[in-house]
């Protein structure tokens, strides 16, 4: 019996199980600019306070030294998801002496690629890997690129829906691959309908000129908002433009969405297919290491895109590896820049909207998609980044155009019933209230992150840097007028010494060589 996902819902409320849509999982991972008081990226190393970023499970760095990441464990109610990441914020501030974090994604403060340090992992093999991994990036990409934040919110389905839904819809597969079958549906429909997170959310409409220092050819392509700013009038996140990844063999990639084995072999292929351009690189240079491989991907990490399946690693294992061995646990939607008008760069309302949205990316039909329909979604994504504010601007549906705002209010209005069902029997309407809100937004383009951001600038005077560091200070005064409490304290402290014993542990521990550790690394089936 074939149950299209346009009848799940009508399945789950015949059977009185809809609220099974409750409760699913919520955790972020949010990256943050260290600047110094100069307002210039932070040449310091990583403060030792915080832990260590090999080991610590919610305070780490990311592509630099200067840019922190901070991650919170997944809850089912996201004002404990945001209250985690509050506390991590404060604990931060009370440990950062006279810097301060960049309360944007787009860096600023940037003086050429060299200003950027690549993040340090320690001697280990584990830490020696991550630091090769992004030497590698910096001769593939630049360095500029990779200091952009932005903010992942994961999403794991309540588990209790998949076994239900396995028995209503009478699936001949088993309860694992069924469950890895649903993430994908969802994945594909939200790279069709992804880009409504850019619209209503993207908060990067302008970019300093030092942005451009290692690629000023690439600033021709921009209008000039100032004498330090450039921008699109009508852009909503010029981080998810293509002025970061700018590679042909990336935008060339065939990764298939329609299975997790198609996933899994997709990806694999171009971790192992090698790729001319960077084996002119060479991956060992006077005996140094320049990237961990010339192939078209280091590892899987490489591969951009605006959402992954992703599984639990466990020790050295290869995140395909994962997938193939336990399936998907949860959905890592990686669209979202920070928020800059709030203190820990996203709030409650956009979470709910955006947790609603992937569960009726779920519930709804998902047909599968071939590498057109992924280009279609491509093109799609960079029209609202670029200029999706731009009066009666169209975008391509199933091959035919259609007003972006026509479209958006399609999707708002097919999210009602989740809304409506997640709301069920609480005290407050909050996704119903997410969706008005969101509603708004698409009746008026003015009322947008990306277009409040250029108001203020105008009506302030500033150019991008200055404006975006002046609320990093508004944010740093805050945090640094209060302390975390006590015992909260005591926790993250202690946390950060054990990071500290782990990674010494690590450390000691290691017994090959760089060389047969890689080896052993990439030989894993």
């Excluded at 994945?187 to 942005?211: D, E, H, M, T, V």
């Excluded at 065939?254 to 694999?268: A, P, R």
């Excluded at 009666?392 to 035919?400: A, F, R």
């Excluded at 005077?461 to 404006?467: D, G, I, S, T, Y």
Aim: charged fraction near 20%.
């Amino acid at each position: 019996m074939n149950i299209t996902a346009t009848n799940r819902l009508k399945l789950l409320l015949a059977n009185k199980q809809q609220s099974l849509l409750k409760k699913g999982l919520k955790g972020i991972e949010k990256e943050n600019l260290r600047l110094s008081e100069q307002g210039f990226i932070a040449q310091t190393p990583h403060p030792e306070k915080l832990g260590a970023a090999l080991t610590h499970p919610y305070i780490t760095t990311d592509y630099s030294e200067a840019l922190l990441e901070f991650i919170t464990p997944p809850f089912t109610d996201i004002h404990e998801t945001l209250g985690f990441m509050e506390n991590i914020h404060q604990f931060v501030y009370d440990n950062l002496d006279n810097e301060h974090l960049l309360a944007t994604s787009m860096p600023c403060g940037i003086n050429g690629d060299q200003s950027i340090p690549i993040a340090s992992y320690g001697k280990s093999n584990i830490g020696t890997m991550k630091y090769v991994y992004r030497k590698g990036l910096s001769h593939r990409y630049g360095r500029t690129m990779q200091a952009i934040a932005g903010i992942h919110f994961n999403y794991s389905v309540p588990e209790a829906l998949w076994p239900a839904l396995h028995q209503l819809e009478r699936s001949e597969q088993t309860l694992s691959e069924f469950k890895s079958s649903g993430y994908f549906h969802l994945i594909r429909n939200f790279q069709r309908q992804g880009w409504i997170i850019l619209y209503l959310f993207g908060a990067s409409p302008a970019i300093c000129k030092n942005f451009f220092k290692s690629r000023p050819e690439l600033m021709a392509q921009f209008e000039e908002f100032d004498n330090g700013t450039l921008y699109h009038p009508y852009a909503t996140s010029l981080r998810m433009s293509d002025i970061g990844y700018k590679s042909n063999n990336q935008s060339n990639l065939n990764i298939d969405y329609n299975s997790l084995t198609g996933y899994v072999d997709s990806l694999s292929h171009a971790i192992n297919t090698p790729y001319p351009e960077y084996a002119a690189i060479g991956i060992q240079v006077a005996g140094e290491y320049q990237q961990l491989n010339s192939n078209i991907l280091q590892i899987e990490n490489e591969f951009y895109s605006t959402v992954r399946p992703k599984q639990i690693i466990e020790s050295c294992e290869k995140p395909t590896l994962a997938l193939k061995r336990r399936g998907v646990r949860y959905v890592e939607i990686r669209s979202l820049d920070l928020d800059l008008f709030d203190p820990i760069g996203i709030n409650a309302n956009r979470a709910r909207f955006i947790e609603a949205l992937l569960l009726n990316c779920l519930m709804q039909d998902s047909p599968e998609m071939n590498l057109a329909d992924f280009k279609m979604h491509n093109a799609n994504q960079l029209t609202v980044a670029n200029e999706g504010r731009k009066p009666n601007i169209e975008l391509i549906k199933e091959g035919q155009p259609i007003r972006l705002q026509d479209w958006a209010n399609d999707i708002l209005d097919s999210m009602q019933a989740v809304c409506d069902i997640l709301d069920e029997n609480e005290p407050e309407n909050y996704y119903n209230q997410a969706l008005i809100e969101q509603r708004k937004l698409i009746a008026n383009p003015d009322l947008t992150p990306s277009a409040q951001i250029l108001s203020k600038m105008r009506e302030e005077n500033k150019p991008f840097a200055r404006f975006a560091e002046t609320l990093s200070l508004q944010h740093a005064q805050n945090f640094s007028a209060q302390k975390l409490n006590a015992e909260d304290t005591d926790i993250f402290t202690q946390m950060a010494l054990d990071s500290h014993a782990k990674q010494q542990e690590i450390e000691a521990n290691d017994t090959l060589s760089f060389a047969d550790f890689l080896s052993k690394y990439f030989s894993q089936k």
